[in-house]
């Protein structure tokens, strides 16, 4: 009785975090959502100046660990002048990484849709931006749905980064409490199945949206 009663009184707390959690996870799915795409488009256009710089981008975010892209925005930026906010520093981070990620799922999903598909749309008169837009993403976001759901899954995990910059998140919240408890071993296990229960979550939404847009296509 003594563990749950430890954890009812922790519940409050890991509860508020879990909302900051969610904040960071969601927020930067959007941004990295944007930035990805932007980066997919710049990475299959024929135009050298605009595919280097987006692949050397992706590849910097995907070959540094996210803790010190953390450092660098928040403790580095600093030196130059530039200054975030904890949240505002952990949000441009985490949307920033996921962005490299996405682009290349988006990228993948881009290229894997026919070139049939695109020379039916020039055929019809459309343009460039016009097949992108109407033809080649609706279907390139039905093919990207699983890898974009898998990296909404990682950013709920590694919001637990930002602890390292005093954001009150799930695991900082939870240090809080064994900082006063001194009880790591079962709240650190709480927090752990609260993440799973996240994910879990988000797995059951990923599965419906796959399968209603599999009907949607089949219809």
Known sequence: MEIWDLLRQAAPTMLRGVGYTLLFALSSMLGGLVLGFVLAVARIVPWKFVHWPAAVYVSLMRGTPLLVQIFVVYYGLPSVGIEFSPLSAGVLTLSLNAGAYLSESL??????????????????????????????????????????????????????????ITVTELMLSTKEIIAVTFRPLPLYIAAAMVYWFLSICFEALQHRLEKKLGRAHQS
Request: hydrophobic residues 45%; without cysteine; glycine residues 6%.
């Open 107 to 164: 990228r993948g999903a881009i290229l894997g849709v026919t070139r049939g598909q695109w020379s039916a749309s020039y055929s019809l008169g459309l343009t460039y931006p016009q097949t992108l837009r109407y033809v080649v993403v609706p279907q390139a976001v039905r093919i990207a749905v699983p890898s974009m759901s898998n990296t909404l899954i990682s950013l709920i995990k590694d919001t637990s980064l930002v602890s390292v």
